[in-house]
């Protein structure tokens, strides 16, 4: 699977958009990107994914680049209960890739009132 | 819906002792896997299982062994732990090979 690069640490103002980037400059055709965070001392939780086009869903927003080499995640209110480590993660779609979700240090997101 | 129940939350155990900790899920997920998470990094995949009665090798499984007899269980035994096996412990489970998991809280394990 490709790896990913997040920057370790990011600020963001209560109720401003939250947006996160991601790079994997290696990714190949068949690799999705995925989004995960985990609040403090808690297990991880499922934001969202996507192969090409940009998705959204209740939680966020992800943009994909045309060339698919990098990526944005997009809380558009962020609030304080969103402080959390969030994880980029490029998982391949069958085969041998079973639950190797490849989870790096992530970016911290910090929410200030 | 629980979700994914992990038992117990926390332990301390002794060096050369040995574990078992507990995983449910109540989701009729086929998939289940075992994660460990170390201060500051990211998560390590212990053991996985594709369904009752198949289970394979993650990234790190030295010291450890599960077992899966039914859909919704999958415990994690630890045999003579260590003090290297101090970690945080978490379960998770999806729904055939997709990249959805549903994690657990966790078991906060430490050896001493």
Not at chain 1, 52 to 59: F, G, V
Not at chain 2, 18 to 31: E, F, R
Not at chain 2, 40 to 45: A, E, Q, R
Request: aromatic share 10%.
């Amino acid at each position: 699977d490709a790896k990913t690069t997040q920057p370790p640490s990011m600020d963001c103002a209560e109720g401003r958009a939250a947006n996160l980037p991601c790079n994997h400059s290696t990714i190949s055709g068949n690799e999705y990107v995925y989004w995960y965070r985990q609040i403090h001392s808690q297990g991880p939780q499922y934001i969202i994914h996507g192969l090409k086009n940009n998705e959204t869903n209740e939680m966020a927003s992800l943009i994909i680049t045309e060339d698919r080499k990098s990526s944005t995640l997009i809380l558009p209110h962020a609030t304080l209960r969103d402080t959390a480590v969030y994880y980029c993660i490029v998982r391949g779609s069958g085969g041998t890739s079973y639950g190797k979700l490849t989870f790096g240090q992530g970016t911290i997101l910090t929410v200030h009132p | 819906n629980a979700g994914v129940t992990q038992t117990p939350k926390f332990r301390i155990l002794k060096i050369g002792q040995s574990m078992t900790l507990q995983c449910t899920q109540d989701m009729n997920h086929n998939y289940m896997y075992w994660y460990r998470q170390d201060p500051g990094m990211g998560l390590k995949l212990i053991y996985y299982s594709v369904g009752a009665g198949i289970t394979d090798k993650g990234e790190v499984p030295n010291g450890y062994n599960v077992s899966r007899s039914t859909t919704e269980d999958f415990p994690l035994r630890l045999e003579l732990a260590a003090p290297s096996q101090t970690s945080v412990y978490f379960c998770a489970s999806s729904k055939g090979n997709t990249g959805e998991l549903f994690f657990g809280e966790g078991s906060r394990l430490t050896v001493l």
